[in-house]
Antibody, heavy 117, light 110 residues
Framework: EVQLVESGGGLVQPGGSLRLSCAAS????????MHWVRQAPGKGLVWVSR????????YYADSVKGRFTISRDNVKNTLFLQMNSLRAEDTAVYYC??????????WGQGTTVTVSS | QSALTQPPSVSGSPGQSVTISCTGT?????????VSWYQQPPGTAPKLMIY???NRPSGVPDRFSGSKSGNTASLTISGLQAEDEADYYC??????????FGGGTKLTVL
């Protein structure tokens, strides 16, 4: 079964850091571009970041640029999101998603990040 | 990176058709045939319904169709069913090599 499973979310104080992981199974992660997308409580989907299959190209939303870093370990079939200098407005469910053609065809169940003192 | 514009809500009765619009700019929807649509029932992860403006992934009913004209893309759901009730989001690739989502549309089946 093709599946993505996120982990690493939790409660963190403003200014703190978290590292999210997204484990892929049922397919070879290395052949796909991957994304992180977040959704604040009661709000819509917001694109966060994308990495190409070789990890040679990364892009970020302006709201996280310079604070978040997307990476991947194709040997371990895992995608990561390192989040630093966290703010209250980063509170959200974070989803990883696989890109197929120009659509995100496989999504994880999400991991919740809460930034609060 | 402004969000694409969608109507906050639409509604229809079973069997009817509804159309959800998604308006962008000349930097996203307009120049790229890379618009996708997602369905998200409450408490669940999004599901891809349409990719590259008009294409349906395997398993998505042909009641769902997509189109685009200029800077506006549209998702049409025909033969509305109760199970179609959900939030719907459009997304587009942009000329900055980033992606952008719409604000979401809540579909109510009356």
């Amino acid at each position: 079964e093709v599946q993505l499973v996120e982990s690493g979310g939790g409660l963190v104080q403003p200014g703190g850091s978290l590292r999210l992981s997204c484990a892929a199974s049922g397919f070879t992660l290395s052949t796909y571009w991957m994304h992180w997308v977040r959704q604040a409580p009661g709000k819509g989907l917001v694109w966060v970041s994308r990495v190409n299959s070789e990890a040679s190209s990364t892009y970020y939303a302006d709201s996280v640029k310079g604070r978040f870093t997307i990476s991947r370990d194709n040997v371990k079939n895992t995608l990561f999101l390192q989040m630093n200098s966290l703010r209250a407005e980063d509170t959200a469910v974070y989803y990883c998603a696989r890109q197929q053609h120009f659509g995100m065809d496989v999504w994880g169940q999400g991991t919740t990040v809460t930034v609060s003192s | 990176q402004s969000a694409l514009t969608q109507p906050p809500s639409v509604s229809g009765s079973p069997g009817q058709s509804v159309t959800i619009s998604c308006t962008g700019t000349g930097n996203d929807v307009g120049p790229h045939n890379r618009v996708s649509w997602y369905q998200q029932p409450p408490g669940t992860a999004p599901k891809l319904m349409i990719y590259e403006v008009t294409n349906r992934p395997s398993g998505v009913p042909d009641r769902f169709s997509g189109s685009k004209s200029g800077n506006t893309a549209s998702l049409t759901i025909s033969g509305l069913q109760a199970e179609d009730e959900a939030d719907y989001y459009c997304s587009s690739y942009t000329s900055s090599s980033t992606w952008v989502f719409g604000g979401g549309t809540k579909l109510t089946v009356l």
